[in-house]
Antibody
Framework: QVQLVESGGGVVQPGRSLRLSCAAS????????IHWVRQAPGKGLEWVALISHDGSNKYYGDSVKGRFTISRDNAKNTLYLQMESLRDEDTAVYYC????????WGQGTLVTVSA | EIVLTQSPGTLSLSPGARATLSCRAS???????LAWYQHKPGQAPRLLIY???SRATGIPDRFSGSGSGTDFTLTISRLEPEDFAVYYC?????????FGQGTKVEIK
């Protein structure tokens, strides 16, 4: 079955960087675009970024454009999110997700940006 | 970008009552790629409905989804205590996913 497991979250100071990973299994990883979605404490769900199946196309939400970079390694079945210049408002649980016949989500990893 | 607007913002109901949640899209949602999630604090969103009307695995049949085009509805036929939570709709038919702002179903 489809499994998505995020890792790399933690506490980081404002202005610093962090890289999240998402390990995928149970499907042909290289055939699917993959998304990052986040949820800040007490807030709704926010789409963050999408990378196409082969990594050739990348899309970002306005709030992270220019600071976050999505990438993937199809040989390792792994998705990444490089986050730079982190701000307090980036504090959230970050999920990776795909859409096959239906959406599939990981369990999320918590990123806390705090001095 | 497809904007999803959920109503009402909060629904105050008693256990056993029927809940009707609405999700309206700013443009037609491709192939009814519309999903509903239940969210409780400290947990990942739980997929309830996909394809506008298909129940996800393990979801009780008191949850049902309907609609097409720009108007979608999630109905909970008889609220159980564990159903009090926040519900989100999502469109996944376009590359840029979007979400509604959520409807909180609270105990009256």
């Amino acid at each position: 079955q489809v499994q998505l497991v995020e890792s790399g979250g933690g506490v980081v100071q404002p202005g610093r960087s962090l890289r999240l990973s998402c390990a995928a299994s149970g499907f042909t990883f290289s055939s699917y675009g993959i998304h990052w979605v986040r949820q800040a404490p007490g807030k709704g769900l926010e789409w963050v970024a999408l990378i196409s199946h082969d990594g050739s196309n990348k899309y970002y939400g306005d709030s992270v454009k220019g600071r976050f970079t999505i990438s993937r390694d199809n040989a390792k079945n792994t998705l990444y999110l490089q986050m730079e210049s982190l701000r307090d408002e980036d504090t959230a649980v970050y999920y990776c997700a795909i859409s096959r016949s239906r959406p599939y989500w990981g369990q999320g990893t918590l990123v806390t940006v705090s001095a | 970008e497809i904007v999803l607007t959920q109503s009402p913002g909060t629904l105050s109901l008693s256990p056993g009552a029927r809940a009707t949640l609405s999700c309206r899209a700013s443009q037609s949602v491709s192939s009814s790629y519309l999903a509903w999630y239940q969210h409780k604090p400290g947990q990942a969103p739980r997929l309830l409905i996909y394809g506008a009307s298909s129940r996800a695995t393990g979801i009780p049949d008191r949850f049902s989804g309907s609609g097409s085009g720009t108007d979608f509805t999630l109905t909970i036929s008889r609220l159980e205590p564990e159903d009090f939570a926040v519900y989100y709709c999502q469109q996944y038919g376009s590359s840029l996913w979007t979400f509604g702002q959520g409807t909180k179903v609270e105990i009256k």
